[in-house]
């Protein structure tokens, strides 16, 4: 357990720009994952839409939590394409939603907005535990908020490590059939990314991300 | 593996400069990336939209024209489009009359036209959904994304391109459309993998004496990996696999459809073999079709899709069609 | 390399079977080898005929039909075809208004049509002919064996089909393709070897980083290896060879022609970046052509043709035509 | 020099059959030498021609020497296209008229026959010795005819070697320019391959070519 922290504008906007210069750092890793089971395209998918992300907030950064992720959803799902965008376009524009309005909100209330993210990615994608999916990263990730981001970041890390026995049920991984068992899938190695970057916008400088 | 291109990032821009540049009878916005029929909206006329991921030239765009689809939203390669594309396509052709969204059945399309449709829906566009699922290759059930969307994309968007450019309305159209896909089944086989631009080697590696077989236009492998066959035998093994999911009762359309790579020269021997053991297997042959139409990039193989058609649906399939990649009767 | 074929024996023949059921609209005569207009001959009509070896399609008999080839004749994969087929072919298609024969400029094919004219003409068919030889990689000097035939060909046989449709005579025809033929130029790049089903592999080798420039549709390297360019200084490389042999005056008809595993999306970016140079140079434009049509096999790659047209020829260049590989009009 | 021998239609069957054996042995040669400076098909060509030479042949075998080139000559006209059918084909068959309808000749006889053959050649396809074409064995081989069919043999065999540093002016491989240089040409080859089979031939046995 620990103290409660509050999370402003900023940290939001540093979470963004941390997610996209992970991203950026590991696109070719995403591709490369999305080769044997899928299309080759994960990492330029995430690039081209947290490319966006970054250009937007650094030309205009909106005011509140919710409005951050709320920009971010809409950019995702209007630039990135593919099942990734609106997945997780509607992860961050339901989690941003969910923030309201409010100019500071705490972890708790994060990971509540992130569950009822989560919970929109699986009613949209249909996706439960299991099936492969950024939805088994996704899913403890956010249980584990509840400790620490260090804690989400690890709960993600190894669930996306853990899909690679899985035999994928979603998405384009599904077609192979028990094929697809043995890789580690691009979503879930993504949202990995995504939630460790919680961790890079808490240490406080944006220098990672920008 | 070399491309004939400038970088990868500026593939699908260039393409379709190049695509404005060759064909002004239709309205390119590259920027916005939507191909559209020059005289859309046509008045009364129900709106056909299709798109997909780059990649499967000349499906969507190569298929825009009189007689097939009013306009076509191309995606980054092998990646769904946008909604904003489709948003933008749906009203440059919507006349009132409504518009027929095709979608080929993958998670990033099925996601990507449903917020489409309703943001459409929103701008006061009426929109009905058509979805492609005719690959046998994949077993539709609860463990996977359902059928892939294929060779029956042609036959959907030909057929249904037809039916509003008569004039009928859009439940006819929708249901037309729906009838040609449910009457569709495919089945295709690689030779190699793809080399996607952004990936620039192949999504797969594919040994010297093997092949894939049931695979889809993604460059994902197939269900299963084989030792190489014959022409004759990838025949049988296509045909039969469509065989084992529908007999048909009513004369087919057969797309013979190359991936891409494999030379015309070939898939009219395939077609030769296709016919034979259609031929064999009693299936009545209404019209067949051999060409590379719905493709996977630099993808050497073939699929087949057979399409059960009355008599409405092929007068439909015969009717006059102008596009770039499909033409004829004006 | 695999292939999608039976055996390297039979893989002329089973295109031809093949073709024959996907075209009922033409008399395909397997054992033979010749393709010929169902309505061959018509009556007051020149005959056009050409052929060459396969592995080029559509080339030449996917470009047989209503206002193009009356017939075609496929040899062996990037063989000549023999006297027998032109001589029979000439027999199927002379009206009595004589034949032209559209001969690529290669020692055998002009070997085996001179050939086939001499016993057609012993047979009472009048015979003209005219040879494509278009490619300015080759130097046409008496240390070659002249420039070679390759795009320009299906320019000749659309305008010179047209203006035997209309009923032109022989004379007017012949002068026609000819005119066609003067006015044209091509060159060709190869981003990789070609594969005949014989050989069974690579016919040369083609490193990673490396493309091949001024190379013809038979597998020939070309005259010079250079490490890969990007498209647009591919095109700059095409249009410039061309225009350091000739300085259109007239606007250009422009073929960008793809080898044949040369995906439509880079050809429609290659299309772009020849636009592009043929606009900085001062190029004017009349019609663009892009796809696979004058092929080599598997190769990737593409030419680039243009052809100088004055209202005539672009008026017969627009006339309908119907054929499996060209199509518009009807 | 050598006693006159006489040569009848079986030594000339024996000859043609001798050459679509070696035809048949060499033909994945020939098409390899075909590859860099070709289109990989001169061994297909030929064997697809001496197959139907030998068919023939062996059917109805005709009566004359000059009977049998110039059927074998009309049968590569037509059956092998390309260059090398219509120019093999009027080699022999201007060999066959020149012999006309004589039951037996000599080997003079048959030398200037194969002289005329190989004028009418180079009158069809232009080319002149070092222009690197078959052109560049024939001459040499007909020349050492009038010693004995081995110096013919030798002759054409190092004449085809002869043609590597050659830059090829006439057929496909002159389109290469210099490039053509280092490379034996492939119709050269067929010849010496042609020239060797009248030494087997000579040899009395069809053995070695049925
Ligand atoms: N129905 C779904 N629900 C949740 N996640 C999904 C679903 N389908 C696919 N995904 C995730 O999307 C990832 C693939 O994304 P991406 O490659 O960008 O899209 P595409 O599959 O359209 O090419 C998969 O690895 C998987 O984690
Ligand atoms: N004009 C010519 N005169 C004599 N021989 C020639 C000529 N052109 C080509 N050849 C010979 O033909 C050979 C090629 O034969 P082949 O490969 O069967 O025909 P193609 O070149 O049509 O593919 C060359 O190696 C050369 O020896
Ligand atoms: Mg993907
Ligand atoms: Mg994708
Ligand atoms: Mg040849
Ligand atoms: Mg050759």
Redo the contacts between chains.
């Keep these: 357990m620990r103290g409660v922290s509050v999370l402003d504008a900023a940290f939001f906007r540093r979470w963004m720009l941390a997610t996209a210069a992970s991203v950026d750092r590991e696109a070719e890793r995403l591709t490369a994952l999305d080769s044997p089971i899928g299309d080759a395209d994960h990492g330029g998918n995430l690039r081209r839409g947290f490319t966006a992300v970054r250009d937007a907030l650094e030309k205009e950064p909106p005011a509140t939590p919710g409005a951050v992720l709320t920009l971010a959803g809409r950019l995702l799902i209007s630039k990135v394409g593919g099942a990734s965008g609106p997945l997780y376009g509607t992860l961050l524009r339901r989690a941003g939603k969910t923030l309201g309005d409010a100019a500071e909100v705490d972890e708790q209330q994060l990971a509540e907005a992130l569950r009822a993210g989560v919970d929109a990615v699986r009613q949209l994608g249909g996706a439960a535990p299991g099936d492969k999916t950024m939805i088994d990263a996704l899913v403890p990730a956010v249980d584990a908020l509840g400790s620490s981001f260090a804690a989400a970041r690890s709960a993600a890390e190894e669930a996306a490590v853990a899909t690679t026995p899985m035999q994928a049920h979603k998405g384009r991984a599904s077609y192979l059939g028990e094929r697809s068992i043995g890789h580690q899938d691009p979503g879930a190695t993504s949202a990995a990314l995504l939630i460790a970057a919680l961790e890079t916008a808490a240490a406080g400088t944006e220098a990672d991300g920008e | 593996m ?6 990868p990032e ?3 821009a ?6 404005a ?2 064909h002004p009878e239709l309205t390119v916005d590259v920027e916005n990336r939507v191909i559209v029929r020059k005289d859309a909206p046509v008045a009364g006329k129900v709106g056909l939209v299709s798109g997909g ?3 499967h ?2 499906l969507h765009g ?1 298929f825009v024209g009189p007689g097939m689809l009013s306009a076509a939203c191309p ?10 594309q489709m948003v933008r396509a749906a009203a440059a052709v919507d006349s009132g009359a409504g518009v027929l969204f095709i979608v080929k059945n ?3 399309d099925v ?2 036209f449903d ?1 489409a449709a309703e943001l459409a829906e929103d701008e006061g566009v009426q929109v009905a959904k058509v979805l492609v699922n005719d690959d046998v ?3 539709d059930s ?4 359902g059928r ?1 969307g294929t060779g029956a994309t042609l036959f959907v968007e030909k057929i249904a391109g037809a039916a509003a450019d008569e004039g009928q309305p859009l439940e006819r159209v929708e249901a037309v459309a729906r009838q040609v896909n449910e009457n569709s089944r495919s089945f295709g086989v690689a ?2 993998a ?1 080399t ?1 631009p ?2 620039g080697s192949p ?2 590696d594919l040994p ?2 093997e ?1 894939e077989l049931g695979i ?1 236009i ?4 197939g ?1 299963e990996r084989r030792p ?1 066959m ?3 035998e ?1 025949a049988e093994a296509a045909v039969d696999a469509i065989l084992a999911d529908v007999t048909p009762r009513n004369p087919v359309l057969v797309l ?1 459809n190359g991936m ?14 296709v ?1 034979r053991v259609l031929g064999e297997r009693g299936v009545p042959v209404a019209r ?3 060409g ?1 139409y719905v ?1 996977s ?2 993808m ?3 699929s087949v899709t057979l399409c059960q058609v009355d008599e409405e649906l092929l007068r439909l399939w015969d009717a006059p069609v ?1 596009t770039p990649g499909l ?4």
């Design positions: 070399k491309m004939l291109i400038n970088v500026t593939v699908v260039d393409a379709l400069r190049g695509m540049a060759a991921g780059s990649g030239e000349p190569g995606g980054e390669v092998f990646t769904s489009p946008v909604p904003d993958y998670t990033g996601l990507n917020m290759a994949v077993t609860l463990y996977t994304a892939r030779l190699s793809v996607t952004a990936k999504t797969f010297q004496g092949l889809g993604h460059g994902e492998p269900r190489m014959t022409a004759g990838i013979v891409g790579a494999t030379p015309l020269l070939e898939l009219y021997g395939f077609n030769a073999e016919q067949i079709l051999v590379n493709t990039l630099d050497a193989g073939a102008s033409r004829w009767g004006m």
